[in-house]
C-alpha cells in the first residue's frame, strides 16, 4: 500500500496554475514535516518547499518563491502544492515526502520516511 500519493499533474501552459496534491493513507502527515520536491529530465531532483510543523513555517526554492504555495488540510490528511504562473522550467516529476521533525533550524531534513511516486507536470503551449 503507498503511504504517499500524488495527484494533479498534466498539462499546463506557460502563465497558467496547477494544483498538486499528496494524501497519506497509513499515517498522519500532520506530525511530520512535509517537502515537496521535483526533479526535470536530465537533472537533479530539487526541493520546492517544506512545511514544518513547527509554527506551520514553509520555505521555497527561490525560483518559485512567490509563485509556488504549499499548504495543507489535516482533516483530509493531504497537502497541496498550488502553483501559478508557470514556466516551461517547472517541467518535472513532482514527489510528495514526510520527514521526521527535527527542529526550525532542520525543516524536511534526512532521507524521508515516506516518499510518493511523483506526478508529471509538463509546461508548455
Known amino acids: 500500500q503507498e503511504q504517499l500519493v500524488e495527484s494533479g499533474g498534466g498539462l499546463v501552459h506557460p502563465g497558467g496554475s496547477l494544483r498538486l496534491s499528496c494524501a497519506a493513507s497509513v499515517f498522519t502527515l500532520e506530525a511530520y514535516d512535509m517537502g515537496w520536491f521535483r526533479q526535470a529530465p536530465g537533472k537533479e531532483r530539487e526541493g520546492v518547499s517544506c512545511?514544518?510543523?513547527?509554527?506551520?513555517?514553509?520555505s521555497f526554492e527561490d525560483s518559485v518563491r512567490g509563485r509556488f504555495t504549499a499548504s495543507r488540510d489535516n482533516a483530509k490528511n493531504t497537502v497541496y502544492l498550488e502553483m501559478n504562473s508557470m514556466k516551461p522550467e517547472d517541467t518535472a516529476v513532482y514527489y510528495c515526502?514526510?520527514?521526521?521533525?527535527?527542529?526550525?533550524?532542520?525543516?524536511?531534513?534526512?532521507?524521508?520516511?515516506?516518499w510518493g511516486k511523483g506526478t508529471l507536470v509538463t509546461v508548455s503551449s
Open positions: 512545511l514544518s510543523v513547527f509554527d506551520g513555517m514553509t
Open positions: 515526502a514526510a520527514f521526521t521533525p527535527l527542529s526550525p533550524a532542520r525543516i524536511c531534513s534526512g532521507q524521508g520516511v515516506y
